[in-house]
């Protein structure tokens, strides 16, 4: 069973405009939360994270937001750069690496 | 440079002959791990490591085998046992397992079978 959910397998959006990337979860247990960003040919990177106990969390132009009552998080990115084109994967764990689980991933174009 | 690294890009296997997978790092780190994604579906978690002569199943560790001899190297075995082996295999690493301590990469193994 996939307890974290991207439902949105690509996304495209013009340069400078706002991208939206959703995850949803069914695993109340949930308390963190993570972004990763992957390029073609090279592993996964930390992006952002958040813990259940904020619903925000900005670094530069990246934003995260945890609906808890939702099950829902989302990531921001202000203003879109054709560099942020790469497959985005969300990550939810109730204790530690080990209990991590991931979605799918969602693929971002952002077009000159 | 510090990183992590996975060998061979593209491995292929037939029926019934085990494969070994490649994963070594020289970031220090004492946890390392093996995940597997197919298409459609999020990385699931094969085995890990927390420290040296030490490892635990993760969710889908059956027709698998690991090693941690090194904290550098954490190979992956696919056995014969493993029926649905061809997916995109991912190490990781990280200075402990605990929440918060952040996982690195490797770039990844595509297996095949013939």
């Known amino acids: 069973d996939q307890q974290v959910k991207q439902n949105s397998p690509s996304l495209s959006v013009q340069e400078g405009r706002i991208s939206i990337l959703n995850c949803d979860y069914t695993n109340s247990m949930f308390d963190y939360f993570l972004w990763y960003k992957k390029y073609p040919a090279e592993g996964p990177t930390f992006l952002i994270s958040i813990s259940s106990i904020k619903d925000k969390n900005e670094d530069g132009r990246f934003t995260v937001f945890l609906n808890k009552s939702a099950k829902h998080l989302s990531l921001h990115i202000v203003p879109s750069q054709p560099g942020d084109s790469a497959v985005y994967f969300c990550a939810a764990s109730a204790g530690n690496n080990n209990d991590m689980r991931f979605g799918a991933g969602t693929r971002l174009t952002v077009k000159p | 440079d510090g990183g992590i690294t996975q060998s061979p890009k593209y491995l292929f296997r037939k029926e019934g002959q085990n494969v070994t997978l490649s994963c070594e790092q020289n970031l220090n780190h004492d946890a390392m791990y093996w995940y597997r994604q197919d298409p459609g579906q999020g990385l699931r978690l094969i085995y890990y490591?927390?420290?040296?002569?030490?490892?635990q199943k993760g969710d889908i560790a059956e027709g698998y085998s690991v090693s941690r001899e090194k904290k550098e190297s954490f190979p992956l075995t696919v056995t014969s046992a493993q029926k649905n082996p061809t997916a995109f295999y991912l190490c990781?690493?990280?200075?402990?397992?605990?929440?918060?301590?952040?996982?690195?990469f490797g770039p990844g193994t595509r297996l095949l079978v013939l």
């Open positions: 990781a690493s990280s200075f402990g397992a605990e929440r918060g301590e952040t996982q690195y």
């Open positions: 490591s927390q420290i040296v002569n030490d490892f």
